[in-house]
């Protein structure tokens, strides 16, 4: 995975002071190309979410909304490819 951008030139976003990010391919994405982020910040952040209004919210949905219920967090975990959870 690729890591974070630092001020020593390494490429990449830039992230405000205090969050570092990873970026890389997990396999879970058909096709080329990333297809997982994790941003985290170095200390507990406030937050907040906006999730699917479908009728059928996948695991990771559901886990999501009760872990940010609370309104503080540290990271966040985004995957591509993975919408179609009830295909069957």
Do not use: E, Y
């Not at 990333?34 to 949905?61: E, I, N």
Request: hydrophobic residues 45%; aromatic residues 4%.
């Amino acid at each position: 995975m690729k890591g974070s951008p630092r001020d020593d030139g390494t490429a990449g976003p830039r992230l405000p002071p205090g969050f570092a990010a990873l970026v890389g391919r997990a396999g879970i994405r058909s096709g080329p190309g990333d297809d997982v982020v994790a941003l985290w910040a170095t200390q507990a952040a406030s937050s907040a979410a906006v999730f699917t209004r479908s009728r059928f919210a996948g695991p990771s949905v559901t886990l999501s909304r009760a872990h940010a219920a609370g309104g503080r967090a540290r990271g966040v975990v985004v995957v591509a490819g993975n919408a179609n959870v009830a295909t069957g």
